[in-house]
């Protein structure tokens, strides 16, 4: 399978001001140095504590933010992937690369380019209630992004977005209502449309089930699955509920504090997860059974700032398996084979 | 096991401009001494109500139209519906105390953590340390380190301990030297929240007790709320949603501390929550509920391997699990202005007899501590 999206140390620092000519004086790391990688059809889950960047890099690959540094490839053929990063890292200042880069990276995109790109790529928000415009009705909330785009007006984007609402599971009835008369599935549903109603390829999903029952959240998940299959989507799956993620998704990523800390298979990281972060993490999941007993990791303290984060392994303070050179060196992100890639010092 | 708090036939109607609201529709519930006791359900079935009723602090424009809240009080059964304001003031949060959902809001920005807590001290236990605060008085003129003051200072705490409303204290607490008896109060206190916060597993309380809520991270903020609850060592403890805003790994802390502090304490827990999972570690038993009313209690390991009632069986259903379909409850929980007749989940039910929209079932006993409120069963057909 070839990739969607391919990013490069990609980087997203917001500044922090003070003083009275409110200046910088430190930098908040949300996304430190991420590369992944998303299949195109797959969906891409990214988990992690809050406050470890999840949304800031979910927005920042799909250009909401602007990046500080990296490249974010869309949609780039194989070989045109490949011989940018053999460049990037023999000659980063070569004219073929500056080519590439303007081509495919969406970080050097600018104005009606950008725009244009926008259609491919939409995200879908945590809270219905405040994602979507209170004094709009459905009609032009979901019609929006079509006149925006200049893709239909008037009565065209009308019968696109009653289309668009038949497929999430609304009625055409609906179509002159606001949003405060939906119950909260329904709005997530409104806000599903707003995102595919211009036929993007690929979808960034910022917990969309976090804030709903679990009985709509089913509902949700079906949903998103149906679409995926209908429209040949390809999803990043953001969430804090890791057992939301497990059923979802193809391949997962675990962030801490602005790195990727491990990435793998969904199967083969919930079966054996080898960063002590990520068995944590798992070992933490309440699982409704009460006859299990399992053996737990349990961490003590709590996410470090990340204006100032720890020097060498971000995770040493934390971790039960704390070595001597955690402290000095930061891990590089390896791959043991199989697609399975973690940043410890351990392996 | 005798039955420490138990609620009876408990309605709760909410008056708004809308319409009536039936919250509650006769609740019934009973807390068994030194046991767990999870409540769960969806968002607005009336979970936190219940909880909120069993303290008497149902908000406005709610009134508590009927039923009984029973409480052991000494050797007694009171019930608390039909107690005046300044006794409920005294069983809330020395007796019954409670763990709010959302930390941040709970405590008040513009107090330190020292005077918030101080202030469950000072209202529920404030003549304990007014004792203490004379004998470490006496302590001090015998040995002779006292000074000119002290022996003012020991009547005035005296006088907090017999008549704390007397006009002498007020003034002498508006002139500067004399007010400084409330000093060693104070101290008294802090030592005591030191020592508490300290087995909350927060690690530097000194630091921690001069800081305002909003420098406390989420996970921090919880635990002094639950040390606020437990400074008085309550006999029943309700616990409202206590991790649904933190993060799984300080979730397992906070769901840890509960875990030993129970232990220690050897409170009762009503522990509300719509995570099936935090359900099957920390619960004895679990009560379900449904649009106001409850539907289904039985022990925990029942509940899991054999629920009876078809709203339980879909909140088991919806919960993710791995290489299986995601199942879920068809339709929304309806709108209590306009309950649905009969049995309130009929018209999501998918066993729904003809019956079921009619008449309401009532609460029976399938088996041995498995209640169960359907019409399926028989014997419930009455």
């Known amino acids: 399978m070839s990739s969607l999206i391919e990013t490069h140390g990609l980087k997203k620092y917001y500044p922090v001001t003070g003083g009275v000519l409110k200046r910088k004086i430190a930098e908040v790391k949300a996304v430190d140095d991420v590369s992944i990688d998303i299949k195109k059809g797959e969906c891409f889950g990214l988990v992690g504590e809050s406050g470890c960047g999840k949304t800031t890099l979910g927005k920042t690959i799909i250009r909401l933010l602007e990046p500080n540094g990296g490249c974010i490839f869309f949609d780039a053929p194989s070989d045109v992937l490949e011989e940018a990063e ?56 979901v019609g929006e992004p079509l006149i925006v785009q200049k ?28 949003p405060h008369e939906f119950s909260g599935g329904q709005r997530q549903r409104i806000a599903v449309a707003r995102a595919l109603v211009v036929h993007p390829q690929f979808v960034v999903l910022d917990e969309p089930t976090s804030a709903v029952d679990v009985s709509v959240r089913a509902q949700l998940l079906n949903l998103f699955e149906e679409l995926q299959k209908d429209l040949g989507l390809t999803y990043m799956f953001i969430s804090h509920d890791l057992s939301v993620v497990e059923c979802t998704s193809d391949r997962v990523a675990v962030m801490y504090l602005g790195k990727i800390v491990e990435f793998a298979r969904t199967e083969e990281l919930y079966k054996s997860p080898l960063h002590p972060y990520s068995i944590a993490l798992l070992t933490a999941i309440p699982v409704p059974d ?6 737990r990791v349990i961490l003590t303290g709590e996410v470090p700032s990340p204006i100032n984060p720890p020097l060498g392994c971000r995770f040493h303070p934390r971790c039960p398996k704390m070595m001597e050179i955690c402290r000095r060196e930061e891990p590089r992100l390896r791959d043991l084979g199989n697609g399975h890639f973690v940043a410890c010092h351990l392996f | 096991m005798s039955d420490i708090l138990e609620i009876e036939d408990l309605v709760l109607r909410f008056y708004t401009y809308e319409g009536v609201v039936e919250a509650l529709d006769e609740v019934n519930l009973t807390l068994k001494e030194g046991e767990t006791l999870g409540l769960v359900g969806e968002t607005g079935c009336g979970k936190s109500m219940t909880a909120l009723s069993v303290l008497v602090l149902v908000p406005s424009p709610g009134r508590i139209e009927g039923g009984h809240i029973f409480v052991e009080q000494g050797k007694k059964r009171l019930d608390l519906l039909a107690q ?14 409670m763990i709010f959902q959302e930390p941040r809001v709970y405590l008040n920005p513009v107090y330190t953590v020292l005077n918030q807590v101080a202030e469950v001290y000072m209202q529920h236990r404030l003549k304990e340390f007014c004792h203490m605060a004379i004998e470490e008085i ?62 909350m597993g927060i690690a530097d309380p000194e630091r921690v007790i001069d800081m305002y809520p909003h420098e406390l991270s989420g996970g921090m903020a919880q635990r002094v709320v639950v040390g606020m609850a437990l400074a008085c060592n309550p006999k029943i403890l309700i616990a409202d949603e206590p991790t649904t805003n933190l993060d799984v790994t300080v979730q397992l802390q906070i769901l840890n501390l509960i875990r030993t502090l129970k232990k220690k304490y050897g409170s009762s827990i009503l522990y509300i929550t719509h995570d099936m999972g935090v359900v099957a570690e920390l619960c004895q038993r679990v009560a379900v509920m449904y649009a106001g009313s409850i539907c289904e209690i039985a022990g925990v390991m029942e509940i899991f391997k054999n629920p009876l009632h078809p709203y339980t069986k879909g909140l088991l259903e919806s919960i993710p699990q791995p290489g299986k379909e995601f199942k879920s ?8 202005i306009n309950p649905p007749s009969g049995c309130r989940f009929h018209d999501r039910c998918p066993y729904a007899l003809e019956t079921c929209a009619n008449t309401k079932p009532k609460m029976i006993e399938v088996k041995k501590d ?4 359907c019409h399926l069963f028989p014997g419930v057909q009455k």
């Open chain 2, 138 to 199: 006496n302590n001090e003129i015998k040995s002779g380190k006292a000074g000119f003051l002290a022996e003012f200072e020991k009547s005035m705490y005296r006088e907090l301990v017999e008549n704390p409303t007397s006009p002498l204290l007020q003034i002498a607490a508006r002139i500067p030297v004399l007010n400084r008896y409330k000093r060693r109060l104070m101290r008294m206190i802090k030592k005591e929240i030191v020592d508490l916060l300290k087995s």
């Open chain 2, 370 to 373: 498995h209640f169960i409120r």
């Open chain 2, 329 to 336: 409850i068809a339709g929304t929980v309806p709108s209590l």
């Open chain 2, 84 to 97: 005046n304001e300044p006794f409920l003031r005294k069983v809330r949060g020395k007796d019954i105390s």
């Open chain 1, 86 to 141: 053999k460049l990037a890292s023999n000659d980063p200042d070569s004219k073929r690369l500056k080519e590439f880069r303007k081509q495919y990276d969406l970080s050097t995109f600018k104005g009606s380019k950008l725009r244009h790109m926008r259609r491919k790529m939409q995200i879908v928000y945590q809270d219905p209630t405040t994602s979507l415009d209170p004094r709009m009705l459905v009609k032009d909330i």
């Open chain 1, 290 to 295: 009460p006859t299990l007993k399992r053996e």
């Open chain 1, 151 to 178: 893709i239909a007006r008037g009565a065209e984007a009308k019968e696109r977005v009653i289309e668009m609402l038949k497929k999430v599971g609304l009625t055409e009835k609906q179509v002159y209502r606001f």
